[in-house]
C-alpha cells in the first residue's frame, strides 16, 4: 500500500515509528492497571514485548499497520503507545495507551488528533473505528473530541479473560481537525 509512514509532531508531541529501542519501557509500562479495559494482556516477558515491536515494524514495511511510539518533544520521555490499524481494511481502527504517571495531560486526545489528521492527508479512507469500554470515561472523550458517533454496542472478552462492554466510534477523516 503506498503510504507516507512518517514521524507526526503535534503541539507537545512527537510520535516516531516504533522501533526495538523502546521495548523496555513498553514492558516496564504496559502492566495490568493500563490493559483494564484493553483487548491485549501485559507481557509475561520482554520477549513478548520484542516480538510486538518486531511484528509492527513488518507490518509497516508492508504498509499494513501503522505504529508509533509517543514521546514527549522536548524531553524525548517515552509516553507510550498509538496506532492506526488494519490499514487495508476500508475502515481502519485507532489504537493508543498512555503510561499511568503521563495521565491527566490529554496526550492521548492530542496523540490520536495526530494520527487522524495524518490519516485525513493520505486520502485513502472515509472513517476510522475506536472500540472502547463504556466504563473507560478519558478514552471515550478521545473520539467525542473529534466528533466521532456511535455506530455499534457489543461485548467481548479480552486476553485476561475480562469481559469488555464495548461501545465502537466513527471518526470521519474526510477532514482534518485544527
Ligand atoms: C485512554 C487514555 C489514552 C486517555 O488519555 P488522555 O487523553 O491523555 O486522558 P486524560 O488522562 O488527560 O483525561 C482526559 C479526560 O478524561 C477525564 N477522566 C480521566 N479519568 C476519568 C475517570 N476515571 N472518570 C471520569 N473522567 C475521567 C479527565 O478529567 C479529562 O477530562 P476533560 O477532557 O473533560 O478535561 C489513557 O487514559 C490510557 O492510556 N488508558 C489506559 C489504556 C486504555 O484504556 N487505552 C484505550 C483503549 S480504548
Redesign the pocket.
Known amino acids: 500500500m503506498d503510504l507516507t509512514l512518517e514521524v507526526i509532531e503535534t503541539e507537545r508531541l512527537l510520535l516516531v515509528l516504533a522501533d526495538l529501542k523502546f521495548a523496555n519501557e513498553i514492558f516496564k509500562n504496559f502492566n495490568s492497571e ?5 483487548y491485549p494482556k501485559p507481557a509475561n516477558d520482554i520477549s513478548e514485548t520484542i516480538d510486538f515491536l518486531s511484528n509492527s515494524i513488518l507490518e509497516m514495511k508492508k504498509g499494513t499497520n501503522y505504529q508509533v511510539i509517543i514521546t514527549k518533544k522536548d524531553t524525548h520521555e517515552f509516553i ?1 503507545c498509538a496506532g492506526l490499524h488494519d490499514l487495508t481494511s476500508e475502515i481502519p481502527e485507532l ?4 503510561k499511568k504517571e503521563s ?7 492530542e496523540t490520536i488528533k495526530g494520527i487522524v489528521n495524518w490519516a485525513v492527508k493520505q486520502n485513502k479512507w472515509n472513517k476510522a473505528r ?4 463504556k466504563r ?4 471515550r ?2 473520539p467525542e473530541s473529534l466528533n466521532g458517533i456511535i455506530v455499534k454496542e457489543f461485548k467481548s472478552i479480552n486476553m485476561s479473560n475480562v469481559e469488555l462492554d464495548e461501545v465502537e466510534y466513527e471518526v470521519s477523516l474526510e477532514k482534518d481537525f485544527a
Open positions: 493500563t490493559t483494564k479495559y484493553m507510550g489504537g493508543i495507551w498512555i495521565f491527566g495531560n490529554k496526550y492521548g486526545q475506536y472500540p472502547v469500554d473507560n470515561i478519558s478514552s472523550k478521545i
